[in-house]
């Protein structure tokens, strides 16, 4: 089975913070995503890479930065964490073959107070 | 309009009703599919995943896909309260550089009920 593992499931930060969340998954998939999930407006796309070192914006890059060293690792960086970011925060991850599907994981709750 | 809209809910049923699930999209490229099932504080876990038009069958799920109506449902049959999560559907284009992103649904959520 494709595991993706989000390193944290629930943080609280400050306002002004530099916040990390990391992901990794363990099925060599090329393709890495960051998503944002939030009630009535659904999945929003952070951020996704394609390639080590490569990355993309999606829909909503503001506020936000990633990391892809290795394979197998893509982080989401907040440099400097405000409320709006309270959110539920998914990472995903797909071969790039037929059918395009993708893989979460279990999702990061982050407060921002 | 929205590339892909679906219904938020929520929907409550009784145990071992017959539940209908449905998104409409606009786009005409998307060939690919999926459907995924999010319970409570967790992440998305895909359930079924179709290729163009046509049925696919996998125990009580039921994923149909109509392109020419732009149409897709997911049927549960004899539901049961394990079944109450989030659904949301997912589609794409065909393969290739700059498809790797799903277009998501916001999702419906389901209710269960013993």
Redesign the interface.
Known sequence: DVK?TQSSRYLVKRTGEKVFLECVQDMDHE?M?WYRQDP????R?IY?S?DVKMKEK?DIPEGYSVSREKKERFSLILESASTNQTSMY?C?S?S????????????S?LTVV | QKEVEQDPGPLSVPEGAIVSLNCTYSNSAFQYFMWYRQYSRKGPELLMYTYSSGNKEDGRFTAQVDKSSKYISLFIRDSQPSDSATYLCAMSSSPGAGSYQLTFGKGTKLSVIP
């Open positions: 993706v393709n995503f009535g407006l659904g999945l796309l996704f394609y999606g998914l995903a797909s790039g073959d037929f059918g395009n599907t993708i893989y979460f994981g279990e999702g709750w």
